[in-house]
T-cell receptor, first 113, second 115 residues
Framework: DTAVSQTPKYLVTQMGNDKSIKCEQN?????MYWYKQDSKKFLKIMFS???????INETVPNRFSPKSPDKAHLNLHINSLELGDSAVYFC????????????FGPGTRLTVL | QKEVEQNSGPLSVPEGAIASLNCTYS??????FFWYRQYSGKSPELIMS????GDKEDGRFTAQLNKASQYVSLLIRDSQPSDSATYLC???????????????FGQGTTLQVKP
């Protein structure tokens, strides 16, 4: 069974379009995250949700809107895509406690043309 | 600004040697430290976590933490070509206003183990 899954794996789109990435975890974790990994492999947190509540928003443009319908799902919607949004987006989940072991999804490679 | 610094490498070692990966962090209050391995085109995978000063061993991996020097390291003994990957150091920072933590990652060190 896949612990953290994301769809789609690849996403190629034109500038200005709106797209969504979906994430689901079956680990029973309370906390979920979105990370962006740029071309230099730098992995940076974007958002964190705990039990459907947004708890961390790291100065991400408001074109990015996370949505958590329940604690097992965290989706990312991106409006008006720009070239600089091209990256790999990873979803992750954890118990959110001090040990905070985060389990990552397989990633979604977004390419904006 | 919370920072985690790593040498991006590449670090090249011969098969069977010890690979030493280093990481420094800026916040003295940090309590939790992690090493993730990331193969090209794959997602990060946790290999070690450490919370107390000293060494923690798990198989061929040893994590070392020195909070006074704000320094974390990862030693890989008997390095194998399959260890070739990018190693990401991560530090958990407490976000007090929401009483939760977030991981700040270093830029990663690329390790190449040559047969």
């Amino acid at each position: 069974d896949t612990a953290v899954s994301q769809t789609p794996k690849y996403l190629v789109t034109q500038m200005g379009n709106d797209k969504s990435i979906k994430c689901e975890q079956n680990l029973g974790h309370d906390t979920m995250y979105w990370y962006k990994q740029d071309s230099k492999k730098f992995l940076k947190i974007m958002f964190s949700y705990n039990n459907k509540e947004l708890i961390i928003n790291e100065t991400v443009p408001n074109r990015f809107s996370p949505k958590s319908p329940d604690k097992a799902h965290l989706n990312l919607h991106i409006n008006s895509l720009e070239l600089g949004d091209s990256a790999v987006y990873f979803c992750a989940s954890s118990q959110g406690d001090r040990t905070d072991t985060q389990y990552f999804g397989p990633g979604t490679r977004l390419t904006v043309l | 600004q919370k920072e985690v610094e790593q040498n991006s490498g590449p670090l090249s070692v011969p098969e069977g040697a010890i690979a030493s990966l280093n990481c420094t962090y800026s916040d003295r209050g940090s309590q939790s430290f992690f090493w993730y391995r990331q193969y090209s085109g794959k997602s990060p995978e946790l290999i070690m976590s450490i919370y107390s000063n000293g060494d923690k061993e798990d198989g061929r991996f040893t994590a070392q933490l020195n909070k006074a020097s704000q320094y974390v390291s990862l030693l890989i003994r008997d390095s194998q070509p399959s260890d070739s990957a990018t190693y990401l150091c991560a530090v958990r920072y407490l976000v007090r206003r929401v009483n939760t933590g977030k991981l700040i990652f270093g830029q990663g060190t690329t390790l190449q183990v040559k047969p």
